[in-house]
């Protein structure tokens, strides 16, 4: 791995800090620390890689400069709309990048497990997700536990449609064929997401929860070493973690 020059965008926000004191730790260079108002363009041309934990509404002009100026990207940003996400990946695949929901190992273990869990249980087993996050958060449900859902869809075959985002009145029996989705808020919780398959007889729980936030941050400045290295292409964490199936 090389030690690349990070350019920090969302400098000022949660994660902007748990990077920055990443950066340290690890001992990257900080190039450039980048916030709303500021010359992206300008900083970008004194690193290698960009690190964008900022808002999705900023993430289109990160990508397009990124590309413009062929330097690497680690996009950690979550709450966009799946066609607008499938529009910006096409576009970063031309510079390398990692793109992920969550940069936590464990995550990305939780997400290989849900794979294997959903494959073998399969239908018999009502599957709900369930993520809980700090007041503060701006986005739901969060970008972690979509992955999960994609995976689970994926493995159980169903469409988007499949999701039932919450349940209130007479709701009528529940059909095998639905995932449900379950977005809590509130206090400090930095992220919990559970995956529960619960059949009858028995109930299995898939539970990770992170309890600092340099675990992305630290993740996320470990992926941007890693990239740096890599081919013009869209890689997530289970590609450098080598758990892809
Ligand atoms: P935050 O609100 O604390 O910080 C966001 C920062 O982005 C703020 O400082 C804000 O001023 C800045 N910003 C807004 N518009 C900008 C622009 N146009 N250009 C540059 N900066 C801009 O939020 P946070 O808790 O730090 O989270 C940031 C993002 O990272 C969210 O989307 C969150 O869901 C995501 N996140 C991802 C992971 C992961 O592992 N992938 C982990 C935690 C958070």
Same mark, same amino acid.
Do not use: C
């Given at each position: 791995?090389? &030690?690349?020059?990070?350019?920090?965008?969302?400098?000022?926000?949660?994660?902007?800090?748990?990077?920055?004191a990443?950066?340290?730790?690890? %001992?990257?260079?900080?190039?450039? +620390?980048?916030?709303?108002?500021?010359?992206? !363009?300008?900083?970008? +041309?004194?690193?290698?890689?960009?690190?964008?934990?900022?808002?999705?509404?900023?993430t289109?002009?990160?990508?397009?400069?990124?590309?413009?100026?062929k330097?690497?990207l680690?996009?950690? &940003?979550?709450?966009?709309?799946?066609? $607008?996400?499938?529009?910006?990946? +096409?576009?970063?695949?031309?510079?390398?990048?990692?793109? !992920?929901?969550?940069?936590?190992?464990?995550?990305?273990?939780?997400?290989?497990?849900?794979?294997?869990?959903?494959?073998?249980?399969?239908?018999?087993?009502?599957? $709900?997700?369930?993520?809980?996050?700090?007041?503060? %958060?701006?986005?739901?449900?969060?970008?972690?536990?979509?992955?999960?859902?994609?995976?689970?869809?994926?493995?159980?075959?169903?469409?988007?449609?499949?999701?039932?985002?919450g349940?209130?009145?007479?709701?009528?029996?529940?059909?095998?064929?639905?995932?449900?989705v379950?977005?809590?808020?509130?206090?400090?919780?930095?992220?919990?997401?559970?995956?529960?398959? +619960?059949?009858?007889?028995?109930?299995?729980?898939? &539970?990770?929860?992170?309890?600092?936030?340099?675990?992305?941050?630290?993740?996320?400045?470990? !992926?941007?070493?890693?990239?740096?290295?890599?081919?013009?292409?869209?890689?997530?964490?289970?590609?450098?973690?080598?758990?892809?199936?």
């Amino acid at each position: 791995m090389s &030690t690349p020059r990070l350019i920090i965008n969302g400098a000022k926000g949660r994660m902007g800090q748990a990077l920055l004191a990443a950066a340290a730790d690890l %001992k990257f260079p900080v190039a450039a +620390a980048v916030d709303a108002g500021d010359d992206l !363009a300008a900083a970008l +041309a004194l690193g290698d890689v960009v690190i964008d934990f900022s808002v999705h509404s900023a993430t289109a002009r990160v990508i397009e400069l990124a590309v413009a100026q062929k330097k690497s990207l680690v996009i950690g &940003t979550t709450g966009h709309a799946a066609a $607008e996400k499938a529009k910006l990946a +096409a576009l970063a695949a031309q510079v390398p990048t990692v793109w !992920a929901g969550n940069f936590s190992v464990g995550v990305n273990l939780l997400f290989a497990l849900t794979r294997r869990a959903t494959r073998i249980l399969g239908a018999d087993y009502d599957t $709900e997700v369930i993520e809980m996050h700090h007041r503060f %958060k701006k986005d739901a449900p969060s970008g972690t536990a979509a992955r999960l859902l994609e995976i689970i869809l994926e493995e159980r075959q169903l469409a988007a449609s499949a999701l039932k985002h919450g349940r209130s009145g007479i709701t009528g029996e529940r059909p095998s064929a639905e995932v449900g989705v379950h977005a809590l808020r509130g206090g400090d919780v930095i992220g919990d997401h559970t995956v529960m398959y +619960a059949g009858i007889g028995e109930r299995i729980e898939l &539970t990770h929860k992170a309890s600092d936030r340099q675990v992305f941050a630290r993740g996320a400045v470990r !992926a941007a070493a890693w990239v740096v290295a890599q081919k013009p292409g869209l890689y997530d964490m289970q590609d450098m973690l080598g758990l892809k199936d």
